[in-house]
């Protein structure tokens, strides 16, 4: 494994009972960057975090975690990595500094409990129970934790989930300012604006494969155009009506609108609301946007992240 790789794992395969949960996947993530992996609910994507995290053994393939093997160097993995769940189960009786100071003395080395308080901002909540925390605050709470030992190599489960704006950027600090010290992140989320943000490369997986790979701009640079226009109307324009309209790249029906790729809003979307007038029919809603991480995923399986 070079020593540029924090995570190297190639040809992963992972089989259950009734299910291929991750199919001769293929993973590099280079030190010292943010990697996502986007992919929906049954897409192998838990699967293959819980291998590269020593919970879970492959079928087969291969997994290389910071130069080391689960198999060879369990124990000293386990010190060089923080782990923060999409849901992290605290004692709710424990105070946040006593549950700090627990998670502190699990690592040889590791960052001073009263230290962590002020990286997550809860210095005012340190005599606080647990349970007496909000969302975002629990969620803090975790990141301090899976921060405890000072790791080299931080996975982070969908760590913003339900929270409100304000505690999503705060996390979001709370990472930038750990890859700036030069640790690695490998995240997992389903919002794409929160990829689009925070990542380097991002891997989206479907089917237990990696079915592409890239940099934000790099994946949306795939698109057949650079804007996305969102159209119902009544009745609806027929999918062959809507590829004809000018500068139309790529058309996609949903049950409640057509998504259009096009390349110029300029020249298709007046063009749009031409063939609307011409048809006899009238506009309900229409939206554009500039295509983003989401606009990819949709392209490539047909269908939405978080739908999915």
């Not at 130069?67 to 946040?96: A, N």
């Not at 080299?152 to 705060?170: A, I, M």
């Amino acid at each position: 494994m070079p020593e540029s790789l924090a995570i190297d794992c190639q040809d992963l395969v992972k089989k259950f009972t009734d299910v291929v949960a991750v199919n001769g996947l293929d993973l590099s993530v280079k030190t010292g960057e943010c990697f996502g992996l986007l992919g929906p609910n049954g897409a192998g994507k838990t699967t293959t975090i819980e291998i590269l995290e020593g919970l879970q053994e492959p079928d087969s393939g291969t997994v290389r975690v910071l130069g080391s093997t689960w198999r060879d160097h369990p124990h000293r993995l386990r010190q060089r990595i923080g782990l923060s769940l999409q849901e992290t189960q605290f004692h709710e009786k424990w105070t946040v500094i006593e549950t700090l100071r627990l998670f502190r003395s699990v690592f040889g080395d590791g960052i001073d409990p009263e230290e962590l308080l002020l990286e997550v901002e809860l210095v005012e909540k340190r005599d606080s129970r647990v349970g007496k925390l909000s969302g975002g605050q629990k969620q803090r709470l975790a990141v301090a934790c899976a921060l405890a030992g000072k790791p080299e190599l931080l996975f982070l489960d969908e760590p913003t989930t339900g929270l409100d704006p304000q505690s999503r950027l705060r996390l979001w600090d709370q990472i930038t300012r750990f890859q700036k010290n030069g640790g690695t992140i490998l995240l997992t989320t389903h919002y794409m604006d929160e990829a689009e943000r925070l990542c380097d490369r991002v891997a989206v997986v479907d089917h237990g494969k990696v079915i592409a790979l890239g940099t934000p701009a790099e994946l949306i640079s795939t698109l057949p155009g650079a804007n996305v226009i969102e159209v119902a109307s009544d009745p609806r324009l027929s999918e062959e009506t809507l590829r004809k309209v000018p500068g139309v790249r790529e058309v996609q029906v949903r049950e409640d609108a057509a998504v259009l790729v096009v390349g110029s809003l300029v020249e298709s979307v007046p063009a749009l609301l031409s063939a609307i007038e011409s048809a006899g029919s009238r506009l309900v809603n229409l939206r554009t946007h500039r295509a983003t991480l989401e606009d990819v995923f949709v392209h490539l399986t047909g269908r939405h992240l978080r739908d999915a």
